[in-house]
């Protein structure tokens, strides 16, 4: 059992738009930074956004990233094949003193 | 080009013990933070430690705790995980990863990863 939790998978087809919330609490998201990496399959993770929304240089702007509250959300526009993959938040937990992820939420594109 | 090169992944029995290596280059190595995230066949990823640049903090999950130790060498731009009594639970590939240069946490660069199986 993750302590941030995202749905497990989210669809849609090419062209459409998807968002995928991560859900945490007061101790992690809602008192630290979230940071969101794309895994495709067979690979290493990916840096997507840092920083709640901030897109590293080569990322391009289909991708955002938001927060409110204890929760966080990654936003995919203009859904591409290409964008299948595992998606994974991720923060500090001050009460752990530890980092946590979410669960994983596979996006299929239809 | 920031590159991390793990080795030391392998075949051990349960107890056992197995020390990983992450071979840095392409940046300052001593400037950054480092981390061990693994994931086991078929799951979600799990950060396992982290260590400061200077080596002088170190934190680690529950999970490992007692069992594994997190080291540095900055003179040869390497980081290490000792990893003892192993489980089978530990099955996982591991992946060393550099965290960003900010206040807050987050990965900004991965390796390839290497697989650790525990197993008789």
């Known amino acids: 059992q993750s302590v941030l939790t995202q749905t497990p998978s989210v669809s849609a087809a090419a062209g459409q738009k998807v968002t995928i919330s991560c859900s945490g609490s007061?101790?992690?998201?809602?008192?630290?930074?979230v940071s969101w990496y794309q895994q495709l399959p067979g690979t290493a993770p990916r840096l997507l956004i840092y920083?709640?929304?901030k897109r590293p240089s080569g990322i391009p702007d289909r991708f955002s990233g938001s927060k409110s509250g204890t929760s966080a959300t990654l936003g995919i526009t203009g859904l591409q094949t290409g964008d299948e993959a595992d998606y994974y938040c991720?923060?500090?937990?001050?009460?752990?003193?530890?980092?946590?992820f979410g669960g994983g939420t596979r996006v299929t594109v239809l | 080009e920031v590159q991390l090169v793990e080795s030391g992944g392998g075949l051990v029995q349960p107890g056992g013990s197995l020390r990983l290596s992450c071979a840095a280059s392409?940046?300052?190595?001593?400037?950054?933070?480092v981390n061990w995230v693994r994931q086991a066949p078929g799951k979600g990823l799990e950060w396992v430690s982290g260590i400061s640049g200077s080596g002088g903090r170190t934190y680690y999950a529950d999970s490992v705790k007692g069992r594994f130790s997190i080291s540095r060498d900055n003179s040869k731009n390497t980081l290490y995980l000792q990893m003892n009594s192993l489980r089978a639970e530990d099955t996982a590939v591991y992946f060393c990863?550099?965290?960003?240069?900010?206040?807050?946490?987050?990965?900004?660069?991965w390796g390839q990863g290497t697989l650790v199986t525990v197993s008789s």
């Open positions: 991720g923060t500090w937990d001050s009460s752990l003193s530890a980092v946590v």
């Open positions: 990863a550099r965290q960003g240069y900010s206040s807050y946490w987050y990965i900004d660069s």
């Open positions: 392409g940046f300052t190595f001593s400037y950054y933070a």
């Open positions: 007061s101790s992690n998201i809602g008192n630290n930074y």
């Open positions: 920083d709640n929304n």
